[in-house]
């Protein structure tokens, strides 16, 4: 009887082995696919950074087209009083 459990044993060890490297393998895949999907959207998130720079730098600042609507304001004011 001590013989059949002596043989058992090394085949459950190399059983256990077996699941603990098939289970290493798919974390490995597991974390390889992840690794990609952070890389993509790092391309992805600086693609849009380099958008919102570009249209930050395309527009008018607000306070410019404050001054210049204030300024308008004045000058139609002033000239309708003059034509009074």
């Given at each position: 009887m001590a013989g059949a459990d002596t043989g058992s044993i090394p085949l459950e060890l190399e059983r256990l082995r077996r699941s603990v490297d098939v289970g290493f393998a798919t974390t490995r895949g597991d974390l390889a696919l992840l690794l990609q999907r952070a890389?993509?959207?790092?391309?992805?998130?600086?693609?849009?950074?380099?958008r919102l720079d570009a249209l930050e730098r395309s527009r008018w600042p607000l306070p410019s087209l404050a001054a210049i609507t204030s300024c308008?304001?004045?000058?139609?004011?002033?000239?309708q009083a003059g034509g009074r």
């Open positions: 890389d993509q959207t790092d391309k992805t998130l600086s693609e849009h950074e380099d308008t304001a004045l000058a139609v004011t002033l000239w």
